[in-house]
């Protein structure tokens, strides 16, 4: 996520309203400077709970231009996972440090940074969250300016915002452009993503069907801003017709696959389009293909690393400019489950692993940071 760096660098920079700790502050900083960390490490694929080490090392004397970052929160997405498991897209190299995301406090920096300040919140983008401290470049961080509604509850939220709310975000308008009115329809709906979606769709005006495995959620994703929220079944398709009143569905978000991605392929309108982003149940889709003769139905995968490889800065500066915003001002949230410091990570990634949940998992400081 290098190129993300740069251009979120310059988009929080002309932002930037610098924060500093003073006084006492300080002192405290360069204590936590100097105190050991723990980190999350795993040398051979299996269960989270078998083949994740918690390691201890000692904070080592920065090099010109990098930075000392504490780790407020980092959250344990599906994918961190199946890359502890052996069956992402693609596997790390090992010894390999789990953790895709987070957000951080600059403790510490070298004499030539002068784009970040000590006291200062960071998105981490380099991979290797799941830890206490994180020493690098300046230049693989991303600033976030002084932010007056700053809580715990923000920083949790910010904590997530680089995964996500971006994949709802693209699978919601990079496919399929629909009006005010239209229809979507969307398996695991109680997902971190499904709920970005629900609210990214709800400030759209375009509607959603949401599709969930279990009973209990309706009244949360209804808040959320979702207008139909169905259990999946064999009678999915006749029940989203109802539902609707019809209405034609160009749109499905499918991060489930066996028999789920079949029912939404067939509750889609002519010429609808079909995103799968997600493999949530381990199954092969079951489709039947003669729908997508006679109706004409493009089927998409989406995959985020992917998307940030290719994007150009100007594309990504484009999406971060209204993800983040909608982030602080309490318009684009997830819900969080639990939360569990690195000196917790068994308990951590059952949980995380468990059917249920209500929200994410995250690995937070423990001290608030
Ligand atoms: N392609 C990409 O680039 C990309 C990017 C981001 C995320 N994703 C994928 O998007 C999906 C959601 O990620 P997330 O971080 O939003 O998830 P999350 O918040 O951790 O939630 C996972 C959800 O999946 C539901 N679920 C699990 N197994 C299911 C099944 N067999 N059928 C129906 N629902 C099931 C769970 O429901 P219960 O509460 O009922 O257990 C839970 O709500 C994952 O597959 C993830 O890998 C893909």
């Known amino acids: 996520m290098k190129g993300l760096c740069s251009f979120l660098f310059s988009f929080f920079l002309s932002n930037l309203t610098a924060l500093t700790i003073a006084g006492d502050g300080d002192i405290s900083l ?183 495995r279990r009973t209990g959620l309706a009244d949360d994703l209804i808040a959320k801003g979702g207008d139909v929220v169905l259990i999946d079944g064999p009678d999915l398709v006749t029940e989203i017709k109802r539902e609707t009143g019809y209405a034609p569905i160009q749109l499905a978000l499918d991060a489930v696959g066996g028999d789920t991605f079949g029912r939404l392929a067939n509750s889609l309108n002519y010429d609808g389009t079909l995103i799968v982003y997600g493999v949530l149940s381990g199954r092969p889709a079951n489709l039947n293909t003669a729908i997508t003769i006679f109706k004409d139905i493009r089927i998409r995968g989406f995959w985020l690393a992917k998307w940030y490889e290719k994007a150009s800065g100007k594309e990504k500066k484009e999406i971060f400019d209204q993800i983040i915003p909608l982030i602080v001002n309490g318009s684009l949230a997830a819900d969080v489950d639990s939360r569990f410091t690195v000196d917790e990570i068994t308990q951590a990634a059952l949980r995380a692993a468990q059917p249920g949940r209500n929200g994410k998992v995250l690995i937070v400081s423990g001290d608030g940071g």
């Open 30 to 212: 360069k204590r936590e400077s100097a105190a050991k960390y723990k980190y999350i490490e795993f040398n051979e694929f299996g269960r989270p709970e078998e083949v994740l080490l918690i390691k201890e090392e000692n904070p080592r004397p920065l090099n010109d231009g990098e930075i000392r970052v504490k780790v407020l929160a980092s959250p344990i997405n599906p994918s961190n996972l199946l890359q502890i498991t052996g069956n992402y897209g693609s596997p790390p190299e090992f010894p390999a440090t789990p953790g895709s995301e987070g957000v951080g406090r600059v403790i510490e920096i070298s004499e030539s940074v002068k784009q970040v300040k000590t006291g200062q919140l960071v998105l981490l983008v380099g991979g290797g969250t799941w830890r206490e401290q994180i020493v690098a470049p300046a230049s693989q961080f991303l600033p976030l300016p002084e932010l007056e509604n700053l809580d715990d509850k923000l920083i949790e939220q910010l904590s997530m915002s680089l995964v996500n709310p971006v994949t709802a975000f693209l699978i919601l308008n990079s496919f399929t452009q629909l009006e005010e009115g239209q229809w979507l329809v969307q398996s695991a709906a109680n997902s971190a993503v499904g709920g970005y979606v629900i609210q990214l769709a709800k400030q759209r005006g375009i509607k959603t069907v949401n599709v969930v």
